[in-house]
């Protein structure tokens, strides 16, 4: 019981988060800017400013628009982008594939890589390779991903030309509307550098906190017990130790993902990638307040949700939380 | 978190006359700070690297062989050299230069200044704020307790980076476009610090909660002290540890929250250019081999916040293991 309090507790936390981003983000487009003022040239006079205006619906009075905001962001209407003149919802969902896969390979990248480097550094922290790895993933935290970005295409792409240094490739519809690089051989090659450029970052992350959860892990009385009663080292280090130290890596695995979905916003600028990013990116430099409005409450959507799953599985596996003792619980 | 170790001591006894106290610099190599850091090899040279960057790029007027922004001193002629190492580089421009004969050295240098001070003010504005909602939210409790919380805890559960995007990209559609430029390094410093405030808040507000109650606070409070300075100067001091690790680290992060901004093009304007900047504008000479435009600003971002993290690390091994 104490995990469907504790379900339904979490659950009324993301439900609030996401009023009040709803709020700020009618706020955000109720407010700022006069999107007729960007759009509209010099050559445009009053009267086509008079036109477009109505056909954006910006005449109507706040409450109008307020009730409005609210009816049509639940059939899933976000307003009109003021930069393209099309739905963002259509712009959001056409853009979402690029990210979730380039997001994907990423995490697939940095929690695999990053939790096996994690793992050795643990099990022989005096080798000079761990020491090596160790410095690495420090210089892999500092190099900001941008910079990680230009380095691998100034290698891959401009000294050994094996790489793209841009785009998605060649992709293919699946289904409606997802389009897929990932079938193509000129998309899986374009997903690499970008891939291993976003994974990089959180990879020093993931084989940090990997590494001192498993040399805790290691210390302790029943991994001795184990050794003691004359298991194998494999046996300990990966049947009993690793069971408990990837625990955490849940918790790990959530904030990495977000972080993933924050930092693609950079990535997806060095390598001209078409995903949610660089249409967010150049909707700040447009002031293009409804894409903005609408990826806040997307991306806080994405965010409450990656949040309330990493709570629930915590909750599901970690039996302290169960019970009802918070002694488990990380946050 | 309340038994944290004594702060470091001055290791030389003080002595008793006046006219024999050793000076602030002797002082300071005598402390257990100094020694320390004299004993960890690697923390001493990240110490000394971001010295050197803070050195340079503050007195870049001084330091810079050339002075990039001023027409006056730029020729075509000098464009697109490579780094003086190279063949047909030279001297004159140890670095290189950009497409308009601007000295690579100089640029670094003039842009670095932008990027420590955006951090140094983000943080310093985050912590500010974060310690003022700390103390109040900590003192106060209640319904100003739960909403400052909330919010924290809301703006926590998204990227630092991301926050400072969205903030600057509202300021950038709420303010007019000409003002754009004159008040970028406001923007800047005002997104971080945003994106930055709930760490030191959620801090100070534990060490608040935790001290509200001990006697020598109580005693402070019967005895008259106004709130105000009871709070600065009573409470406040026992969190400035954890404060100042965050800091630490979060200077590196709002180096590199900076340049992120900066190199996706909402940070400074073209014409006051940042490390991220620099690196942005080098990318598009990237595909002809000019690699020095962009590479050199690069592995100079990487150098001052790789040495920032790595003290930073060992600061907070130092000072604070309730923050490891």
Redesign the interface.
Known sequence: MALLSLLVNRAL?AI??MV??ALFAFA?MN???DPVQNMAGPEFSAADREALRAELGLDDPVIVRFASFLADAARGDLGMSFQYRRPVVDLLMERLPGTLELVIIAAGISIGIGAAIGIYAAVRPRSIATRLMLLGS??G???????TG??L??AFA?VLPIFP?FGRGETVTIGCCWETGLLTASGLKALVLPGITLGLFQLGMVLRLMRSEMREVLRSDFVRYARARGLSERSVVFVHALRSASLPLITVAGINL??L???S??TE??FQWPGLGLL??Q???F?D?PV?AAY?VF??FL??TI?LVVDTLYGVVDPRIRAGTRAGAAG | MTDTPPLPRAAAAPEPSVHATPGRLARLRQSDFVYELERSPGALIAALVTLAFFILCFGAPLFAPHTPFDPATVSLRDSLLPPAWIEGGRWEFPLGTDDQGRDILSMLLYGGRISLFVGFAAIGLGAAFGIAVGLAAGWLGGLFDSLAMRLADIQLSMPDVMLALFISGIARAALPREAHADIAVWILVFAIAAANWPQYARVVRAATLAARDLEYVQAARVSGVPVLSLLVGHVLPGALRPVLVIATVGLAFAILSEAALSFVGVGMPPTQPTLGALIRIGNSYLFSGEWWVSLSPAFGLLALVLSVNVFGDWLRDRLGPSAR
Not at chain 1, 141 to 147: D, I
């Open positions: 936390h609030a988060t009040v981003m955000l407010t700022l800017g420090l210089i935290v500092s190099l900001p991903t941008f910079a230009t380095l295409i100034f401009v240094a977000a972080g979905i924050a930092y916003l950079i600028t060095v967010f990116i909707a700040v430099q002031a307040v903005l806040l991306v806080s965010f409450v949040n």
